[in-house]
């Protein structure tokens, strides 16, 4: 068995774990052979690389995105994987390690938020020998429009779930590299009106000449009902984007961790560049029930404390047959869960595939465009807003204001609203009360597909101060939720009053957090780069500004695997010979026919003896409706098998009085739906100079009676072997036969449904 354990030793990140493999400088799996005596890793100085770098690619990493490695306060070492809400596109961190098939990656992830716009994947791939295939080239969209039309038909004019688009040119299709399917997510992008700006839309129809397409799902999501006109926009000014599952890879099998839910993800595979599969609905969401990739949040005692662990471990695993999907629960003694299996679309026509995690964020994805230098009400409910920078918008944009500093009178809020732009920096929107007022600081979101801004902070900045460690300390508009030690954030529109950038806009990490005061610490990625402003000391300022969660992934653990498989048959196998039969253990209930004997002998110790089980009960339990069931041996709460005739104690009753005229008394009142009252035992003494009859009743109706002579000198014992019983919701009654007897009545019995 061969292995590639992608992580950092815990006890020493100088060294790597036992059984860790070496890895040449183009990626080679080094075996014995190869090394001539002590192995040589191309570590870094710094114990933060150690290990990591000597299996791992990180020249995908783009943009604003970073890659750092942490040591929690549990001591365990966590390589995040963030992804900017500023910028767009993918970051990818492989694993420079070919592992043969069959193959297997287990991996134990967390993401920090599951946000429209923006996902995570893993995967085990291979490029074709010519390298990743092309993603197609943005195309140009004429014409789009949303009704309840489906499947090509022209605007209905209702309302409905189904954005269909026209191209400029057709789909690459069948014989081209870069060829588009059904069930492939599309980005628009550049629409005036951005509620069509729909991002990681699944194409559910193709039209014959591949210039239309139509899709109802979104960010694994129906899209909103709407009624939307044809729009024809400035040819250039729309486009339409698209995403590859695999990166242009040629051979693929992994998860997509899409959709807003941490319970779900997509399950895709690839072969040989073009058979392709996608787990749930084909052309709507792709989503599957799966391990939740939240993880375990525990907050230290001091500020800068914290522990993550993962809750889930995946796993993908390809052998010649069938490639799989499938997770379990991490530290736990539990079996693995398969929520994917395929058998003909699987990575088979390579020798071997390679780990790689991407963060990807959707061309046309919500985000903020431009910071709030001032934002002002004139006795009204229109605000102007000036920009600190172009905004870029158009009259028609939707957008939503947040981390103004005044959140009295500019609240943020989450509907996408339209705007009306004045100039390059000046544009208008109506929002929130109508007053006179005037603030400062936060972002102008554009929002794309109706979305608001991913992992926006509801509280808004008020005051910045930078210590001479270099940790920001921000004030908010109330105590600060949604965040946790340890998270990364970027900052955004962080402006005084007097329209001043701060300069401190950009990524940080949580560093504390006490009701209104959050504490940021400078982010440094794990080749020692700072990746935050370089902001100085700052005295108390007061400000506005934005707070939004970076989506992150967070690695864990990993380990790759290989094996060799070897085929052996049992004899017999495939006949019906009763004397080559195999023994078979259940894994359920099974019926088993003969002789049931024990393994310890009477007088003998009995090591650990099962149990006979009954019922506990305190009450009646409710009786079964119909003959031939099976009922349960009833105990009291102590454990005590109930064996005395008729009820348990708690079902009992008594009754001790006496009769002198020939009105009914009530033994026991009618008992309610269903319920009877049996009499078990009577005792009864006529004390009188007058004999008279005792009458049992049930209701109204006499149920049996006795002749009692005068003067009794001691009392007449009666039991019932089988009770006397009134009708359901009767009272048992008593009743004397003659007026100026004097009858003492005892009773007992029990009542029942």
Not at 292 to 313: K, P
Not at 396 to 419: C, E, H, L, M, W
Not at 536 to 554: M, Q
């Amino acid at each position: 068995m061969t292995g590639v354990i992608a992580g950092l030793d815990r006890s020493d990140p100088t060294k790597p774990r036992a059984r860790e493999l070496a890895v040449s400088a183009d990626g080679r799996l080094l075996v014995d052979s190869d090394l001539p005596g002590a192995v040589a890793y191309p570590y870094a100085s710094s114990p933060t690389l150690a290990g990591f770098l000597a299996t791992h690619d990180f020249s995908g990493v783009t943009g604003e995105d970073f890659v750092t490695v942490v040591q929690t306060s549990n001591g365990q070492r966590i390589v995040a994987l963030s992804s900017s809400p500023m910028t767009t596109g993918e970051s990818k961190v492989t694993v420079n390690a070919d592992i043969p098939i069959p193959a297997r990656f287990e991996f134990e992830i967390g993401i920090s938020q599951r946000a429209r716009h923006q996902f995570g994947s893993a995967a085990l791939y291979r490029d074709a020998e010519s390298g990743p295939e092309p993603i197609p080239d943005p195309i140009n969209i004429v014409g789009i429009s949303q009704s309840s039309a489906d499947l090509g038909v022209a605007y209905t004019g209702t309302a409905g779930t189904i954005v269909t688009i026209d191209l400029e040119t057709a789909l690459p299709g069948e014989g081209e590299a870069d060829r588009v399917y059904l069930s492939d997510l599309v980005h628009v992008v550049g629409l005036v009106d951005s509620r069509l700006n729909y991002q990681n839309l699944c194409i559910k129809f193709i039209s014959q000449d591949r210039k239309r397409i139509c899709a109802g799902f979104s960010d694994e999501a129906a899209l909103p009902s709407l009624a939307v006109p044809l729009i024809s926009p400035t040819l250039g000014t729309a486009r339409l984007h698209f995403y590859n599952n695999a990166s242009g890879a040629a051979h693929a099998v992994g998860y997509r961790f899409s959709g807003t839910s941490a319970v779900s993800a997509a399950v895709f595979s690839i072969f040989d560049g073009g058979d392709a599969q996608i787990s749930g609905v084909l052309v709507g969401s792709h989503l599957v029930t799966v391990g939740t990739s939240a993880q375990v949040y525990t907050a230290g005692a001091a500020e800068g404390q914290y522990e993550l662990r993962a809750t889930t471990r995946y796993a993908v695993e390809i052998d010649k047959t069938t490639a799989v999907a499938m997770a379990r629960s991490a530290d736990l003694n539990n079996s693995w869960w398969v929520y994917v299996l395929r058998t003909s679309v699987r990575p088979k026509a390579v020798d071997s595939l390679s780990p790689r995690y991407r963060m990807y964020c959707a061309p046309g994805m919500t985000k903020p465009v431009a910071e709030i230098a001032s934002i002002a009400k004139a006795g009204n409910a229109t605000a102007t807003v000036v920009t600190k920078r172009p905004h870029g918008l158009a009259t028609g944009n939707y957008v939503t204001i947040k981390g103004a500093r005044d959140q009295t009178n500019f609240a943020a809020f989450s509907t996408p609203v339209a705007v009306t732009v004045i100039d390059a920096y000046t544009l208008t929107v109506v929002f929130g009360p109508g007053v006179t007022a005037t603030s400062c600081g936060g972002s102008v979101v554009l929002c794309n597909g109706g979305a608001d801004q991913p992992g926006i902070i509801g509280q808004a900045v008020q005051s910045a101060t930078v210590d001479e460690q270099g940790i920001l300390t921000l004030v908010g508009s109330a105590a600060w939720a949604g965040l946790n030690i340890g998270e990364y954030v970027n900052l955004h529109g962080v402006i005084d009053s007097g329209g001043t950038s701060l300069a401190l806009d950009g990524a940080w990490m949580v560093w504390g957090i006490s009701t209104t005061a959050l504490k940021l610490s400078p982010v440094v990625d794990m080749f020692g780069v700072r990746r935050s402003p370089a902001a100085g000391a700052l005295a108390l300022t007061n400000c506005g500004g934005s707070v939004i969660l970076r989506s992150t992934l967070r690695a864990h653990d990993a380990i790759g695997a290989s094996w060799s498989d070897l085929q052996v048959s049992i004899r017999g196998q495939g006949t019906v010979r009763a004397d080559m039969a195999l023994p078979v253990m259940a894994p359920s209930a099974l019926a088993v026919s003969g002789t049931v004997s024990g393994t310890t002998s009477a007088g003998s110790t009995v090591p650990a003896p099962v149990t006979v089980g009954a019922r506990a009960s305190n009450a009646n339990p409710t009786a079964n409706t119909a003959t031939g069931t099976n009922v349960s041996a009833l105990a009291t709460m102590m454990g005590a098998l109930i064996v005395k005739p008729f009820s348990l104690p708690e079902a009992d009753w008594s009754y001790a009085g006496t009769l002198t005229t020939t009105g009914d008394v009530a033994i026991q009142a009618a008992g309610g739906v269903g319920v009877k009252r049996y009499l078990t035992a009577l005792q009864v003494q006529n004390t009188n100079a007058t004999p008279t009859t005792l009458n049992i009743k049930d209701g109204a109706t006499v149920k049996w009676v006795v002749s009692l002579p005068a003067s009794m000198a001691t009392p007449l014992p009666i039991d019932f072997p089988t009770p006397i019983q009134t009708a359901a919701n009767a009272a048992l009654n008593v009743a004397c036969g003659t007026t100026g007897a004097n009858v003492l009545v005892n009773a007992q019995g029990y009542t029942a449904v």
